[in-house]
């Protein structure tokens, strides 16, 4: 597998995959151009280009601080070049190094790996003038972590991109780095790092990409205001104080990631300047309500992540989330919400994913849910709730063990929607029906009728079982499979008495 370098659109595309897949991407990345070299791709070498003598030896240094003494056998490093170095020709027929990649991202991916036990960065990368791309992955992750040295501070003008993710960094970040002002992505997570996040980082206008997250970092965020910022995740982290309202300039991001910090105060209004936002979580902090109405303008959203955010008395906005009909996923988990459930988010055609458990919701549950077909995921548990279960047997099934309705004493289901026996996630669910009380108890059903009650009651000369109410909770569950068989096996026998 070959090294290629990404042009600025292709780095788009990689931000934008970050933003919206489950899963953590890695990659390398290869910034901008620069005039005094000749950028184009490389089909072959001239027999006359050379590498920079000065740029070799500081190579040479480089890798052998990694671990990696075996390059120094290697008497032209860009013509003999290795997965993880990258050199690009000037118009003398110079070759320059403008990349350097450093660890086993997968299988396929054979970046020189570091001895996490001995090795460092060395000073010697200041000696590379064209780098434009700095990527190590647990490359220092030993018994002997490192912070993050200074000396990056002073890289060459032309770097873009530098990844030091998964190293096991300790300390603080740099001041210096705000020195690399050239910066599009700059990328430190899954780190140890501490202390804050220094004020410097704001001199770097160009970013596209901010990745702290996985860190121990504490103190509050910097007021950025970067305009051409398309990820932000500070996730993971002891960052207190308030969101800055200043985000709301950050009008082309598309990702933005706070959760599970300290962070207090109230959501700021402005992020609903943010347009282009598909993710927005800032989950499991101290967040106070009320939900601001202006989140319903953020019109490309795909998830929308608030629980654990404990915002007493707090409701949903009626029509505050009618706007986002993009919207795949919503949680609002345990987060103290009071109130019903607003019927406009039931016009959230392309939920998949709804979470609104734990919190102290009342009323019905909206019968505009029954229009969310493509709903896979839905979490009402532990409210308030009462009234009919409105979904129909189809989209019981569909969702299966993933609709979570207990511990919600006041809701029934109506049998007018289909019979729900065999739907595990109806165990304990009375139905709604008047004349016949009937309990779902996993897999099984029992059917007792006023008729059958009395006869059973009239023949045994005990006292009559309680009726029970369409209300019945779930523990009551358990005796009903005890009740079932022995009724069964009475009615069975009475003709013959």
């Not at 910034?31 to 500081?58: C, I, K, M, Y």
């Not at 000696?127 to 993050?148: E, M, N, T």
Request: positive net charge; proline residues 7%; aromatic residues 6%.
């Amino acid at each position: 597998m070959t090294t290629t370098l990404l042009s600025l659109p292709s780095i788009l595309a990689l931000v934008m995959l970050a933003a919206i897949m489950p899963c953590r991407a890695e990659f390398t990345v290869v910034l901008p151009d620069s005039s005094a070299l000749v950028d184009a791709p490389q089909n072959g070498f001239s027999n006359l280009a050379r590498t920079d003598p000065a740029e070799q030896r500081a190579v040479y240094e480089i890798m052998a601080a990694t671990g990696n003494a075996w390059a120094t056998a290697i008497p032209d490093v860009c013509r003999g070049r290795w997965h993880g170095i990258e050199c690009m020709p000037d118009r003398n027929d110079v070759y320059h190094v403008v990349s350097l990649s450093f660890g086993a991202l997968s299988d396929d991916t054979a970046f020189p790996t570091c001895d996490p036990a001995h090795a460092t960065l060395s000073p010697a990368l200041l000696h590379l003038p064209y780098l434009r791309s700095l990527f190590l992955y647990r490359c220092f992750s030993g018994d002997h972590p490192q912070p993050i040295p200074t000396f990056l501070g002073g890289l060459s003008p032309a770097l873009r991109s530098l990844v030091l993710r998964g190293n096991g960094h300790v300390g603080p970040i740099p001041a210096e780095l705000g020195n690399l002002t050239s910066l599009r992505v700059l990328d430190l997570h899954g780190n140890q790092l501490s202390s804050s996040i220094p004020e410097s980082l704001q001199r770097l206008t160009h970013l596209l990409f901010l990745d702290f997250s996985y860190n121990q970092l504490s103190g509050p965020i910097p007021s950025l205001r970067n305009p051409t910022l398309n990820v932000l995740d500070l996730s993971h982290n002891f960052l207190h104080g308030q969101i800055p309202a200043t985000f709301g300039q950050c009008d082309s991001l598309i990702k933005l990631d706070l959760s599970r910090n300290r962070l207090t105060g109230s959501i700021p209004d402005s992020l609903g300047n943010l347009a282009s936002l598909i993710l927005l979580d800032l989950s499991h902090n101290s967040l106070s309500g009320p939900l601001p109405t202006s989140l319903g303008k953020l019109i490309s959203l795909r998830a929308l992540i608030l629980n654990g955010n404990y915002m007493s008395s707090a409701t949903i906005p009626e029509d505050g989330f009618a706007g986002l009909k993009e919207l795949i996923t919503l949680v609002l988990s345990n987060m103290g919400l009071q109130g019903p459930i607003p019927e406009s988010i039931g016009g959230l055609l392309s939920l998949r994913v709804l979470h609104l458990d734990g919190n102290k919701l009342n009323g019905s549950i909206p019968q505009s849910f029954r229009r969310l077909e493509k709903l896979s995921e839905l979490k009402l548990n532990d409210n308030r709730l009462s009234g009919p279960i409105p979904f129909s047997r189809e989209m019981l099934w569909r969702m299966g063990s993933k609709l979570k309705v207990y511990n919600n004493s006041g809701l029934c289901y109506d049998a007018s929607n289909g019979r729900s026996e065999g739907i595990d996630s109806m165990s304990g669910i009375s139905y709604c029906e008047p004349q016949t009380k009937k309990v779902v108890v996993g897999a099984a059903s029992a059917s007792i009728s006023d008729r059958k009650t009395k006869h059973l009651s009239s023949r045994t000369n005990r006292r009559p079982p309680t009726r029970l109410s369409s209300h019945a909770p779930t523990h009551r569950s358990g005796i009903l499979r005890l009740l079932v068989p022995i009724a069964g096996l009475l009615l069975s026998v009475l003709p013959l008495l």
